[in-house]
């Protein structure tokens, strides 16, 4: 049985990668870019005989389709993760010319990331789809419009397909991940609370789905900070926000 990854050759896709090859699995990852031999032998070591990279962008249906097909041909695809996405956190004045590549990315690849992934495993009625949402869904940060938003409508558009999908003997599971040491938040600064390593933040991803979870957010204070967030008052926000972007 093998498992497809979404932005699987960095972060928290990588790292989900190695946890499931070390449970056995055969394992494709997909992104943008190629990862070397050097980096695969460095990253993957033994499993490597087991882990498949395809070369394409969660924004081409097409590409997409197409790397699950040939990993399925290898051995047959049991769960799909929909884990690629980009957060680009820039300040209103840069105007709105990356809103495009944010949603198409986190909401328009997810989209079509579930399409194929339904497609493939429907008609034999069993499988799984995790989905890699984020805290930040729960509430709209400054400068992360477009991200929070995008987040947001994964949770959503997850809700309704999970009674569908479950109709057809899919489970679907959304992660909702808070702050996790990768690329993707170096140069920022991460919530009061500190972030996870990747292989830690994995290791909990793969337990949630594995059980089957319908929604799984972690670590628990910052989703309760995003949750406490909604009854603030506007002056404690402003506070707090001007802590952590300035
Ligand atoms: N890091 C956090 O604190 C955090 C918190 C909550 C949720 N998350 C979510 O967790 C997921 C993974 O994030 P990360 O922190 O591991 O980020 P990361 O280290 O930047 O990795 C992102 C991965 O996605 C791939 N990717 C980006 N755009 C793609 C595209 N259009 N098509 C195919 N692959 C694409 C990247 O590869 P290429 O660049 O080669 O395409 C890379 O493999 C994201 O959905 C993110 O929103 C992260």
Redesign the pocket.
């Known amino acids: 049985m093998s498992i497809f990854i ?9 790292e989900l990668a190695k946890v499931y090859l070390r449970q056995g699995f055969v394992v494709g ?5 190629s990862l070397t031999n050097e980096f695969i032998e460095k990253e993957i070591g033994e499993g490597k005989g087991r882990f498949f990279q395809y070369r ?4 081409n249906r097409s590409d997409l389709e197409s790397a699950l097909r040939q990993l399925n041909e290898i051995d047959p695809v049991m769960m799909v993760v929909a ?5 680009k956190r820039k300040p209103l004045q840069s105007g709105f010319s990356h809103y495009e590549d944010v949603i198409s ?2 909401l328009m ?1 997810v989209i079509n990331t579930i399409d194929v992934a339904v497609n493939l495993l429907c008609p034999r009625r069993t499988g799984r789809i995790a989905v ?5 869904s729960l509430y709209g940060l400054p400068r992360a419009a477009p ?1 929070c938003a995008s ?1 947001a409508a994964v949770n959503v558009l997850c809700e309704s397909l999970r009674h569908e999908l479950k109709v057809s003997g899919i489970d679907l599971t959304v992660i ?10 170096q140069p920022k600064k ?1 919530s009061p609370f500190g ?1 996870l390593t ?1 292989a830690r933040a994995a290791e909990k991803c793969a337990r949630a789905i594995e059980q089957g979870r319908r929604r799984y957010a972690f670590p628990k204070p910052q989703y309760f900070l995003f949750q406490c967030m909604k009854l603030m008052p506007e002056w404690v926000l402003s506070r707090l926000f001007k802590k952590v972007y300035e």
């Open positions: 979404t932005g699987g050759s960095e972060g928290l896709g990588l990852v997909c992104s943008r870019k394409c962008d969660v924004r884990n690629a996405g980009i957060d990315t986190n690849g890699i949402s984020s805290i930040a991200y987040k909702m991940p808070g702050g996790i040491l990768t690329k993707m938040t991460l972030a990747a």
